[in-house]
């Protein structure tokens, strides 16, 4: 599942949201680290690279649940 989330958020196609994850990113969005597209695609941003590896663990916990 981590790799899931992480090769989704590094990649260009991004990483396709479950339901209920909308919830999850809405700060990252808001703080402008990350975007969500027409097709339910989480990515990253310039400034959400940077911060990788703490997104890709917080929406990895919150799918191991």
Do not use: F, I, N
């Not at 990350?34 to 911060?51: F, Y």
């Amino acid at each position: 599942m981590a790799e899931e989330v992480y090769l989704g958020l590094r990649s260009d196609a991004g990483l396709a949201l479950r339901p209920g994850e909308e919830t999850v990113v809405l700060p990252w969005q808001r703080a402008g680290w990350m975007t969500v597209g027409a097709d339910g695609h989480a990515r990253c941003t310039a400034a959400g690279w940077l911060r990788l590896d703490s997104l890709a663990t917080a929406l990895t916990h919150h799918r191991s649940r």
